[in-house]
């Protein structure tokens, strides 16, 4: 079976930044687009960034935009994460998920068909 595995999570200081890295393991299988999520005790998972396999497409939730970069390795079939300028409100497990249908949906969680087992960022003030 296929796993995806998050790691690079931490402890930072607000400002700091962080890269997180997800790599697909065991048996091959082919996905449309990478997301990234995060979910914060008591809060909704919420949407950070995704980017298609092929192409240059990636799209941010708002409160990362310019902060946050979403790149990947297809060769290695892992994604990254470079989260710069975090702040205390980043603080959260955050989780990569495939989806293995197209057009792309990155932003609803139901979009996707394989999840990562979470890594946990958490940003001191």
């Known amino acids: 079976q296929v796993q995806l595995v998050e790691s690079g999570g931490g402890l930072v200081q607000a400002g700091g930044s962080l890269r997180l890295s997800c790599a697909a393991s065991?048996?091959?299988?082919?996905?449309?687009?990478m997301g990234w999520f995060r979910q914060a005790p008591g809060k909704e998972r919420e949407f950070v960034g995704g980017?298609?396999?092929?192409?240059?497409?990636?799209r941010y939730g708002d409160s990362v935009k310019g902060r946050f970069t979403v790149s990947r390795d297809n060769a290695k079939n892992t994604v990254f994460l470079q989260m710069n300028s975090l702040k205390p409100e980043d603080t959260a497990v955050y989780y990569c998920?495939?989806?293995?249908?197209?057009?792309?949906?990155?932003?609803?969680?139901?979009?996707?068909?394989?999840w990562g087992q979470g890594t946990q960022v958490t940003v001191a003030s």
């Open positions: 998920a495939a989806q293995n249908s197209a057009p792309v949906v990155f932003t609803r969680p139901r979009n996707y068909d394989y």
């Open positions: 980017i298609t396999w092929s192409g240059d497409s990636t």
């Open positions: 065991g048996r091959t299988f082919s996905s449309y687009g």
